[in-house]
């Protein structure tokens, strides 16, 4: 034997080798149980192939073989007997967990490690021993790696000879030499890698394409593990053809190939080229079938995999949509196992990004059970349907629904107290759901206020950055919750944010600045006082494209009726970095950026910065061409800047602000007419505009009429 044992008898050539393969299960558990420690071994050695056969398992199972291999493990008497008895325990803790989990990893635990000089002797047999030995040597290898020692097994050079054996080994070696790779990738990334630069993938593909059923089985599960979290293996998986065979198992598979290829195929899901393909072959039709009559374990692994397909996938939402696999996700979240609740929480949490399917789930009235599982749930379930909850407010009707159910009740509750992960989703889910004044008020009411602004002081970075965009929805339009949010310490711990949190982090602390200083003249002094504008300025001038914007959302709204605050925002150099955003910023920055000059604009030292940073100009520019939310807050801003100043109002007749502002009055929304009025009004208290005003719109007249005329 590749382990030598000094308690073992020594065993023959035809021991090492036994063609006795057909002898039955019942006789060979009773061997075990009965006989001699070399008997025992050998006949354990017949055994540990029927294993991979699940209607001799369920023989081995009726013959108490569960019993017989437990106390083999315990009595101790031979190394090798005790890993060849772990080996078919393994099986028994997957099969609906005919052996509790718990034991077995007691089980596990009770027998030593290998040696290096017995793993050694391993890998001599796996390479150079006999095709006898090395149909033993690849048995002791796989119950060696369901042992453990994955890490020492792979330095001491197992994978080579196991991925020879895939190529051209014995049927037996094959067979074992493929589950001996899953249980070396299982959970250990450096295996994957190692594994898959040796070759495995290619062997293995062909394995499902023509292997035996038992081959099938093992090589899909090898597949699945190797492709866990390894873009570079799923990349080859794909690239070597795995896909269609495998979604021909989820077709027409056994019940156990059915089970792993959903899970191979959920783990291969990981890029745009792999999931396409799945699509196209069919698979995803073939994973809503399993998520309806499947078995158990088949249903959660094709809920995994409809959910990794799905993320970020219009093109297969609508597929499962179409084939109907919401429904029978919202099934499994009102009365799956535990497993299926969790993963069908979590796909329709995918699905549920586009309004159309938020309102799909709500009407296949898949918002209680998700709610009851926030409520309720195991800590999996919570955060999952946490997850789901927060993607389906995107719809309004959605909204309402959830807090009916009592669902804001029980996301405060997870912001309050749930795992780390729970916390982010709930907190996110708050922001989405406030939507309107009665949830912002219940969320408030429910505690959520003080727990959202706990998050956003001493939370994980996660929790903080939705935190704050939560405490900023909450303040949107809602003055009772921009109160408590400043009494609850929300403010200073918002701009310790900008100030020096992640780039998410300051982004939404400053959208929820901006909010919270809106309609409330208190939070403007508040900022300022716990010296929120210098930070925001800083982003305005050097932040990303979505922090320049909602920091120059926030100056503006801090600016707004406070000259302090508007002095205090030049004085930090604000206007120059906002006039750089309203000539060269993004659609949105620039519209914030005018707005913000227009507020900054409240007497004559800050009006006159902006004319002198070159803020006129840029302005001017938006009114002739820029979108209509942009030329209505550029008129606005132009008007303000002329209010009572007239070399400004003489600077921007000069840059051509005239003829376009005329034009806004003439065939503008209403909002920029009213701009534009405003503004040509300030400018007419110039003499010269106000002749050229005059003129403009004589000349508009006249147009206007010559065109009726020719008409």
């Known amino acids: ?44 050695l017949l055994l540990v192939p029927k294993w991979f056969d699940s209607q001799e398992r369920q023989q081995i199972y009726e013959a108490n073989g569960i019993h017989v291999l437990s106390e083999v493990i315990a009595s101790g008497d031979i190394y090798t007997t005790q890993l060849y008895a772990l080996k078919c325990l393994r099986w028994s803790a997957n099969d609906d967990s005919k052996l509790p989990e ?52 792979r330095d001491v050079g197992v994978v080579p000879p196991l991925v020879e054996m895939l190529r051209n080994g014995t049927a037996l070696q094959t067979l074992c030499a493929a589950n ?48 866990s979290e390894n873009a570079e293996n799923c990349l080859a998986i794909g690239r070597e053809g795995a896909i269609s065979p495998l979604v021909a198992l989820l077709r027409a598979g056994t019940e156990e190939q059915k089970q792993w290829a959903a899970f191979a195929l959920g783990n291969i899901a990981i890029n745009d080229a792999n999931c396409m393909e799945i699509a196209r072959d069919g698979g995803i039709t073939s994973l809503v079938a399993l998520v309806r009559a499947g078995t158990d374990d088949q249903k959660v692994e094709a809920a995994v995999a409809l959910g990794k397909l799905a993320f970020d996938s219009d093109a297969t939402c609508v597929e499962i949509a179409r084939e109907g696999g919401i429904s029978s996700l919202v099934a499994l979240v009102r009365a799956g196992t535990d497993q299926q609740k969790q993963s069908a929480a979590l796909t329709l949490g995918n699905i549920a990004e586009d309004d159309d399917y938020c309102v799909e789930i709500a009407r296949d009235v898949g918002i209680s059970p998700l709610v009851a599982l926030v409520r309720a ?104 919750t921009c109160v408590e949010i400043a009494r609850d310490g929300g403010i200073l711990s918002l701009v310790a944010l900008v100030r020096a949190g992640t780039d998410l982090e300051k982004q939404w602390a400053a959208f929820a600045l901006g909010h919270l200083v809106f309609t409330n003249d208190a939070n403007r002094v508040g900022v300022a006082h716990d010296g929120g504008i210098s930070p925001l300025v800083a982003l305005v001038g050097a932040g990303t494209d979505e ?51 227009g507020y900054i604009a409240f007497n004559d030292a800050t009006c006159m910065e902006i004319a002198r940073d070159g803020g006129i100009s840029p302005l001017v520019a938006l009114v002739r061409a820029g979108t209509d939310q942009q030329k209505q807050e550029a008129a606005f801003a132009l ?19 005239i003829s376009p502002l005329v034009a806004l009055v003439r065939t503008g929304t209403d909002e920029q007419k009213q701009q534009a009025v405003v503004a040509l009004e300030n400018l007419a208290k110039n003499d010269a505009n106000s002749a050229a005003i005059a003129r403009l719109r004589a000349s508009n007249r006249s147009s206007l009429r010559h065109a009726r005329f020719q008409m």
């Open 639 to 657: 008007g303000q800047l002329s209010f009572n100043n007239d070399a400004n109002r003489v600077k921007i007749a000069h840059d051509g602000g």
């Open 102 to 153: 718990s034991a077995f990893e007691e089980l596990r635990a009770s027998i030593r490690e290998a040696t290096p000089q017995e793993l050694l002797s391993l890998v001599n047999v796996l390479q150079h021993g006999s095709e006898a030995e090395k149909d033993d040597g690849v048995v002791l290898c796989a119950a060696t790696a369901t042992r453990g020692q994955l890490d020492a097994l």
């Open 547 to 597: 922090q320049k914007q909602w920091a120059a959302f926030a100056l503006g709204n801090i600016a707004l009726c406070n000259d302090a605050n508007c002095m205090e925002i030049a004085r930090d150099g604000g206007i120059s970095p906002l006039v750089a955003l309203v000539r060269a910023g993004t659609d949105e920055q620039k519209e914030e950026a005018a707005l913000a000059l």
């Open 377 to 480: 749930g195991t800590y999996e379930q919570k955060q999952w349907a946490a997850f789901a909850l927060e993607n389906n407010p995107f719809n309004d009707a959605n909204c309402v629904e959830i807090a009916r159910d009592g669902g804001i009740s029980s996301l405060v509750a997870l912001v309050r107290a749930g795992t780390a992960e729970q916390k982010v989703w709930a907190a996110l889910a708050l922001g989405h759901i406030a939507v309107n004044d009665a949830n912002c008020m219940e969320i408030a009411r429910d505690g959520g206020i003080s727990s959202l602004v706990a998050l956003v002081g001493a939370g994980t970075d996660q929790q903080k950055q939705w935190a704050a965009f939560a405490l900023g929805k909450l303040s949107f339009h809602n003055d009772a």
């Open 1 to 44: 034997m590749a382990f030598p044992d000094s308690e073992a008898p020594a065993t023959t050539e035809k021991d090492a080798a036994p063609s006795d393969s057909d002898t039955s299960v019942a006789v060979l558990v009773d061997t075990i149980a009965t006989t001699t420690a070399g008997e025992q071994q050998h006949a354990l």
């Open 180 to 227: 001996a790779l899953c249980a070396l990738a299982r959970g250990n990334e450096d295996n994957r890698v190692v594994i898959g630069r040796e070759g495995a993938i290619s062997p293995l593909v062909a394995l499902v394409r023509n292997g035996t059923d038992g081959q099938k089985l093992q090589a899909v599960s090898a597949l699945g593990y190797l492709a």
